[in-house]
Nanobody, 125 residues
Framework: QVQLVESGGGLVQAGGSLRLSCAASGSAFSVYKVGWFRQAPGKERDFLAAISRGGSTTYYADSVKGRFTIARDNAKNTVYLQMNSLKPEDTAVYYC??????????????????WGQGTQVTVSS
């Protein structure tokens, strides 16, 4: 099993940037593919980005392509989500998730077995 802890959320003005971190502990982190999701109040949990085990392959939702970048450092057991040009509609709780078998183009939250507790991102206009 793997345990995930997100950090880096906060309050930022529109147009600003944040970098979220997802720190893993437990099983060998490099065997897990990792995704980022977000959930706004009253809405479903939406896929944002995913990264392969070694970090060479990434996949993005159209809504964040060109603004968000996912990366990982397996030596630090951490995955990052760099978020630029933030908009008020990006306000949500952001979650990282991991699974050893998921196909990174699979955007369904149900395909991931392990989740962090989430970190709040609020973008003011």
């Amino acid at each position: 099993q793997v345990q995930l802890v997100e950090s880096g959320g906060g309050l930022v003005q529109a147009g600003g940037s944040l970098r979220l971190s997802c720190a893993a502990s437990g099983s060998a982190f490099s065997v897990y593919k990792v995704g980022w999701f977000r959930q706004a109040p009253g809405k479903e949990r939406d896929f944002l980005a995913a990264i392969s085990r070694g970090g060479s392959t990434t996949y993005y939702a159209d809504s964040v392509k060109g603004r968000f970048t996912i990366a990982r450092d397996n030596a630090k057991n951490t995955v990052y989500l760099q978020m630029n040009s933030l908009k008020p509609e990006d306000t949500a709780v952001y979650y990282c998730a991991a699974d050893p078998l998921v196909i990174i183009t699979d955007s369904s939250p149900r395909s991931y077995d392990y989740w962090g507790q989430g970190t709040q991102v609020t973008v003011s206009s």
